[in-house]
T-cell receptor, first 116, second 112 residues
């Protein structure tokens, strides 16, 4: 079984400060990891993914995430938050598997509020 | 380029009425297709997924059903809506099992 945990329902950060949105995962095997963002009344948009290779992944809108295998984490980060970053963020995981279909599991979401 | 369409954008239906939500994908072939429901603007609940025409997997027992009559068309249906069916319905596709998902704009369903 695979699971994703986003331990914070909401994260508040002042504009211009660095932000971190936390994600931990549990899989039996090697994971594919994703971050998505959702603005109000919209579908989710893909931000970035980790498949293999460099543990630091850069994505859209200046976001990045670091894969940490020993801590089974994939935290989303940005050096300087913008008010427009305020949205709902989802972490997702899928296990690499040589055969058969594997579903993706989404976290429960973290609401990011950037305060002007 | 790949695009995904959902309609209608909003829908208000009485309890006991039927439902049909449609999702179509352009710019890719044989995508994996998904229906999710999102309640109260939070977590996603996977309802159905399809890895090919006529192949539907159901995740949650409920009064909803899904069909995939064409490669890039995915339909969510109900014969009789319940109050608990209200929510934000999202369709998504992925080119293959190990790529990211692309989501449609969603349908806001209110059952009264």
């Amino acid at each position: 079984a695979q699971s994703v945990a986003q331990p914070e329902d909401q994260v508040n950060v002042a504009e211009g400060n660095p932000l971190t949105v936390k994600c931990t995962y549990s899989v039996s095997g090697n994971p594919y990891l994703f971050w998505y963002v959702q603005y109000p009344n919209r579908g989710l948009q893909f931000l970035l993914k980790y498949i293999t290779g460099d543990n630091l992944v850069k994505g859209s809108y200046g976001f990045e995430a670091e894969f940490n295998k020993s801590q089974t984490s994939f935290h989303l980060k940005k050096p300087s938050a913008l008010v427009s970053d305020s949205a709902l963020y989802f972490c997702a995981v899928r296990v690499m598997n040589s055969g058969g279909y594997q579903k993706v599991t989404f976290g429960t979401g973290t609401k990011l509020q950037v305060i002007p | 380029s790949q695009t995904i369409h959902q309609w209608p954008a909003t829908l208000v239906q009485p309890v006991g009425s039927p439902l049909s939500l449609e999702c179509t994908v352009e710019g890719t072939s044989n995508p994996n297709l998904y229906w999710y429901r999102q309640a109260a603007g939070r977590g996603l609940q996977l309802l159905f997924y399809s890895v090919g025409i006529g192949q539907i997997s159901s995740e949650v027992p409920q009064n909803l059903s899904a069909s995939r009559p064409q490669d890039r068309q995915f339909i969510l249906s109900s014969k009789k809506l319940l109050l608990s069916d209200s929510g934000f319905y999202l369709c998504a596709f992925e080119r293959d099992t190990y790529n990211e998902q692309f989501f449609g704009p969603g349908t806001r369903l209110t059952v009264l």
